[in-house]
């Protein structure tokens, strides 16, 4: 028989049940601490045109879109036109331009954002919504990286209040929290202080992305490390001080945004930034947040993208995988869509990363391997309509039941059972049928006992208690 | 501002908020009773290499595939390829494969088939498993057909048993059941019946497809009609006698299956068939699915596909919407892939249909827009703590809490819960502070009452009761 190689594509990954049990286990927690927060599902769909997609991630992103060939005359005729073109014209954007004008997610937020403009009319504002789906990038697949993977945004569109800030980093708390982790902070910072800072300090504007990018590496360098690589590019030396007097500035955030205030506050961008800071930490204390999961941190960038407000990060201290997810407030990207302006505000969940960060912890590392609680046996012809009606009383009980496929004897049923990890066996042959019994084993713990028929819905349950 | 046009790509949709309320519980009622019946979940990716899916669908899925487009060098090396073809040897096909070696899944039954040649060693036999997620298809979109649509398919692996097979409609008839619908009736036919059928009734080899694809017509155009249609392709009249006497025959699969043996008996493929059918009918006896909702129906054809026993189809007996699903036995489909046959038997459901059918009879039609539950006001300053810390109260019961996202007047915090269709909303103004308690206003019944503040989360769970 010709076979053909059984291989995925490139970059992503089939799931099998026992990967499954944790994924969709963590994604129902995510899902349930969404809604709990009032947070509604949407979905977008996985292809978008182009013009939607393009120029919105720079020209990395462009390249690294999954773009959908042409079909049929369509593509006939983008053949042709690919044909007009000269050597030098064949660029890979004019021959992607030619062959292809829909490509899949690369992320949710900007169909998201296409979302509210094109469903204006239906959207009640503010608009609470979170989005689990997966985007397609180009990437060198390594380690950790895939070229298909799920996305987790949460954003709330219409409102300029800073409640929604915070309540953005409360739900990031709550979920590492939900999930088991310790030592979770979410650093916090604000655009438009590090803007007011750029300025304050005379950092010269085509100097803004590097100075942030040096920055950004407090973490790793320390502040001397900042101050050296800032004394290098050409800043005056008052910058570099004023810089690192602010980056070095400890204390609780009350504090710092209060030392912060002789050094920006003469900006006016840097005022409203320190304010809506103040809110936010203020917010944050009244939802109940612990204070030692906070920290207000001036080196915190987030990329150079379209956040236009507060910026998050939130990581974990007692590892070196750095952030679980991040967002911030970006009031201008809905605006490319609707043609005025919407504030917005989001998190998003780094999932990849938290599941690898899971991993590291030893966290949400059960041993079960299966959906399946119980095996139903089949036997002779005698007993099978009463293993068929034991899996009914089950299953109608609300316990996962399967039934073996097939009479055989009752060994190869048991290995079946215990290699799937299955925790419990119903054996269920012509003895048990003639006593009105059921025998019912404990795969787990190796023990089996004789229960009545009648008790044997309530047998399982017990066993099964305690352990989900 | 430049606006770009939020148009979503064509034959696609979003999926708002109050769609998902309806959609997601459709699928979760699904998902929970694949897994009692002990099916577990298996994702795929998205992506596909061509070589995988290319020639499985017959020319038309070929034509139909969603394919992704080259990147980089390998676009470059793909154009200089497709300039090398002569216009003769530029067919769609070629042109296709110079410039893509990826697609979107078409199906889930090939990509199932693929994981378990590639998981071959990981996987258990028999091996139960359902899978829900999307597939492409660039069909010209029409109303309820989509370019990007859910399939649902649930299918075991690695068992000849008919238990299996009945199982399969048993799965149909409880799904369909839980939905609401009555009138559902599970067709059932066996392709080595057919097969046997055409044999001993001299059909020509040539003349199969024509043959099957007008006794498929029996729904439509009655017994009558099929007999003149099969005199007027060459068959003789024996045959036309034959076959138009099998598909006459009425009473229960029993007698059916008595009659059938004089005429295909003799024929052992013909004879294995109707042993197998007398099992599956006898299994479902056991498994308790009503005789009434089970027809042998030899004009159940399926297509043409990949099906070698058993076949079945669910209709809805008072509906012209027809199919909500089907199914059947394929046996050498793995093979492919893996090298030797695996026995396979499956079902599917048609959630596209299954929702049209929904809304024709008016099922699941509640007035639900929303996942929340309850909207927690936000007035000034001196009250927003206690807002935030009724919401962390409410949370923790569970109850999907929103809290308005600014501080502002009663009116338009209520206008916003009504638009949205939020049930419930929890005012906590200066008075209620003082007093401490919390006004509760049922928006639904346009009620309102003063609830103790330590009394307000049971008053809530009391309203919300009994209505999810």
């Known amino acids: 028989m010709a076979r053909i190689a059984p291989?995925?594509?490139?970059?992503?990954?089939?799931?099998?049940?026992?990967?499954?049990?944790?994924?969709?286990?963590?994604?129902?927690?995510?899902?349930?601490?969404?809604?709990?927060?009032?947070?509604?599902?949407?979905?977008?769909?996985?292809?978008?045109?182009?013009?939607?997609?393009?120029?919105?991630?720079?020209?990395?992103?462009?390249?690294?879109?999954?773009?959908?060939l042409k079909r049929g005359r369509e593509l006939e005729s983008g053949v042709?036109?690919?044909?007009?073109?000269?050597?030098?014209?064949?660029?890979?954007?004019?021959?992607?331009?030619?062959?292809?004008?829909?490509?899949?997610?690369?992320?949710?937020?900007?169909?998201?954002?296409?979302?509210?403009?094109?469903?204006?009319?239906?959207?009640?504002?503010?608009?609470?919504r979170y989005q689990m789906q997966p985007v397609w990038r180009a990437d060198k697949p390594q380690r950790g990286r895939y070229r298909e993977f799920y996305q987790c945004d949460v954003d709330c569109v219409g409102s300029r209040s800073m409640t929604v800030d915070a309540e953005m980093v409360a739900i990031h708390q709550?979920?590492?929290?939900?999930?088991?982790?310790?030592?979770?902070?979410?650093?916090?910072?604000?655009?438009?202080?590090?803007?007011?800072?750029?300025?304050?300090?005379?950092?010269?504007?085509?100097?803004?992305?590097?100075?942030?990018?040096?920055?950004d590496k407090l973490d790793k360098i320390g502040l001397d490390g900042v101050r050296t690589e800032l004394s290098k590019a050409s800043l005056s030396d008052a910058a570099v001080d004023r810089l690192t007097q602010a980056m070095g500035l400890t204390g609780t955030p009350e504090t710092i945004i209060e030392s912060l205030r002789p050094i920006v506050g003469s900006?006016?961008?840097?005022?409203?930034?320190?304010?809506?800071?103040?809110?936010?930490?203020?917010?944050?204390?009244?939802?109940?947040?612990?204070?030692?999961?906070?920290?207000?941190?001036?080196?915190?960038?987030?990329?150079?993208?379209?956040?236009?407000?507060?910026?998050?990060?939130?990581?974990?201290?007692?590892?070196?995988?750095?952030?679980?997810?991040?967002?911030?407030?970006?009031?201008?990207l809905i605006g490319m869509f609707l043609g005025r302006d919407l504030p917005c505000v989001g998190i998003s969940f780094g999932l990849e990363r938290i599941f690898d960060a899971l991993d590291e912890q030893e966290l949400a590392r059960d041993e079960v391997t299966t959906t399946t609680q119980a095996l139903v046996t089949l036997f002779a012809a005698e007993t099978l309509a009463s293993s068929f009606a034991l899996a009914t009383e089950l299953r109608a009980a609300g316990i996962r039941t399967e039934v073996y496929t097939e009479p055989k004897d009752l060994r190869p049923q048991l290995t079946f059972a215990s290699k799937k990890g299955i925790p419990l066996a119903l054996i269920l042959g012509p003895d048990e049928l003639a006593n009105d019994t059921v025998a019912l084993r404990d795969l787990r713990a190796g023990a089996q006992r004789i229960v009545p028929r009648s008790e044997t819905v309530a047998a399982v349950q017990s066993l099964l208690t305690g352990e989900s």
């Open 7 to 68: 291989v995925n594509a490139r970059g992503t990954r089939d799931f099998l049940p026992r990967d499954l049990v944790r994924r969709n286990r963590v994604f129902a927690l995510l899902r349930a601490t969404f809604e709990r927060y009032g947070f509604e599902p949407l979905e977008t769909p996985s292809i978008e045109n182009t013009s939607v997609l393009e120029g919105k991630y720079g020209e990395e992103g462009d390249r690294l879109l999954f773009r959908i």
């Open 267 to 332: 900006n006016p961008m840097g005022a409203q930034a320190l304010d809506e800071l103040a809110q936010v930490f203020g917010y944050l204390a009244d939802m109940g947040v612990p204070a030692e999961r906070l920290r207000f941190d001036l080196s915190v960038v987030r990329g150079l993208g379209y956040y236009t407000g507060t910026i998050y990060e939130t990581v974990l201290t007692n590892s070196t995988l750095g952030s679980l997810g991040g967002g911030g407030r970006y009031d201008q």
């Open 80 to 128: 042709r036109a690919l044909d007009a073109l000269s050597l030098g014209e064949r660029s890979t954007a004019a021959m992607s331009r030619a062959l292809s004008d829909e490509a899949l997610r690369y992320d949710l937020t900007v169909p998201f954002a296409r979302v509210i403009a094109a469903h204006q009319n239906d959207i009640v504002l503010p608009f609470r």
């Open 174 to 215: 709550e979920v590492f929290a939900a999930l088991g982790f310790s030592g979770v902070v979410t650093r916090i910072n604000h655009r438009g202080l590090l803007a007011a800072l750029m300025a304050t300090c005379d950092v010269p504007e085509e100097q803004y992305v590097a100075t942030l990018t040096t920055m």
